[in-house]
């Protein structure tokens, strides 16, 4: 009867329908559990179910009730590089070569073991030189052999969190937790990718979750850490900033971003908060070298975009704040950007034209009387008459500044040339001036 059950499993079998060939030579098992050639068939089946854990416990009774059992030896092997065991795999296929040489099948099969290893080898040498792009491209091809084996897709799916590839990774990680939801490997990669995305709160749910099912689990128990201390840190010193304690603020701001470097998206934020905390210190040079490094971190954080923008426009670097703004406004196209794009380029048209305040040495806040005594006393000291005993160079030097400190203080000692001086308009067309005004308004 057990042989029947073996012959009606080998029809359905044929016929490409394997559960109904499984349920047979289960029964064949049942019949006669010391057929080491039943296991085998049923190993074959499970593996065309791509069942690969259960085809590799059936390969392993066969071959353990005969040891001699070739085909089962070689489907062991399979099942191993299936399931990413590439060392087991060449203990197998070395075993079938022993009982017979010339097996070509098992020739390739260990050929194709020893890439894997190579692979595996490649891998781990560049997640420890954190060549994180080197270990997806070995895990893909890892995986054209292995596609059973979740380490090498959990690897990858690790990899592509660090670099910033979230939704492969997820993708990667759902994929095994739908196979099994259990899996603590897969839940830590779905926390690095929620906590990399800066939703910490439901990283740690992740990362605790994965501690309940593997309590051993260190990159889970270090990322749980670092998450925790990450959103305290960030809290503190945005508490801080809002109390106006700046420079409790921008201390507390630096310490969080030596807690994980590699979390991008939380760092730009850190290095942005930290600019906007260093503005308020005055630091504005610091402040545009942390907005920096908050776009290196992220090229798409309008915020850290915006903040250099105003601290270039605090030092007059009109050109980098008109950079800047030019690219919040392509990105996001509001009133309010091109509004600030307006202003900066205003105020770079301005910085290109004879500064007449710094021709006199006064503010741009300087009053009707404080231009008057700024003119008479720079006047005074360029006057020609002054310099007549001067070398011809000095005398002509000092008659060009006499007529610059009298062209500044034409225009701003009169209430409407300096108004349109000071709003950016051209003086050179007075004819035109009107005119001017009302295409200026736009």
């Not at 059936?58 to 040891?67: I, P």
């Not at 050929?111 to 997806?136: I, Q």
Request: aromatic share 10%.
């Amino acid at each position: 009867s057990a042989e029947g059950f073996k012959e009606q499993g080998n029809a359905f079998y044929s016929k490409k329908e394997y559960s109904e060939a499984f349920n047979y030579y289960t029964k064949a098992i049942d019949v006669s559990p010391k057929n080491a050639s039943y296991y085998g068939n049923r190993a074959a089946t499970l593996m065309m179910l791509c069942r690969f854990r259960e085809a590799l416990e059936d390969s392993q009774q066969a071959v353990r009730l005969d040891d001699c059992f070739m085909k089962g030896h070689l489907r062991e092997g399979k099942c191993h590089l299936l399931l990413g065991n590439a060392m087991a795999a060449n203990r197998c296929f070395q075993k079938v070569l022993e009982l017979e040489p010339s097996n070509k099948e098992a020739e390739q099969e260990n050929k194709t073991a020893g890439t894997l290893l190579e692979y595996e080898r490649m891998a781990d040498f560049g997640f420890e030189k954190r060549d994180f792009r080197k270990v997806v491209y070995c895990m893909d091809r890892a995986l054209v052999v292995a596609s059973a084996c979740h380490r090498f897709k959990i690897l990858k799916a690790e990899c592509l969190a660090l670099l910033g590839r979230y939704p492969e990774a997820q993708s990667v990680a759902s994929d095994i937790l739908r196979m099994d939801s259990t899996n603590a490997d897969a839940l830590y990669v779905r926390g690095l990718c929620l906590y990399y995305e800066d939703c910490i709160d439901k990283a740690v749910q992740f990362f605790v979750q994965a501690l309940r099912m593997a309590p051993d689990h260190e990159k889970a128990r270090l990322a749980c850490r670092n998450a925790k201390a990450l959103k305290a840190k960030k809290e503190e010193g945005n508490q801080a900033f809002k109390n106006c304690n700046y420079e409790a603020a921008y201390q507390l701001y630096t310490e969080a971003l030596t807690i994980d470097p590699n979390n991008i998206k939380t760092n730009a934020k850190l290095y942005c908060n930290r600019a906007t905390a260093g503005a308020k210190l005055k630091k504005l040079n610091q402040a545009i070298d942390d907005c920096t490094s908050a776009i290196k971190l992220d090229d798409t954080y309008i915020k850290a975009y915006l903040r250099r923008a105003q601290c270039y426009m605090n030092t007059e670097q009109y050109e980098e704040a008109v950079r800047d703004y030019e690219k919040v406004y392509q990105t996001e196209k509001t009133s309010d950007h091109k509004h600030l794009l307006k202003t900066a380029q205003l105020e770079l048209k301005k910085s290109k034209r004879k500064d007449y305040y710094k021709v006199l040495g006064v503010s741009k806040n300087a009053t009707e009387d404080e231009i008057k005594k700024a003119y008479r006393k720079r006047a005074l000291m360029h006057h020609p008459d002054r310099h007549s005993a001067a070398t011809p160079e000095v005398q002509k030097e000092e008659e060009k500044k006499f007529k610059e400190v009298g062209e500044a203080f034409t225009v701003l000692s009169d209430p409407k040339k300096k108004m349109r001086y000071d709003s950016g308009h051209d003086l050179e067309d007075e004819g035109s001036c009107d005119g001017g005004e009302t295409n200026g308004q736009t």
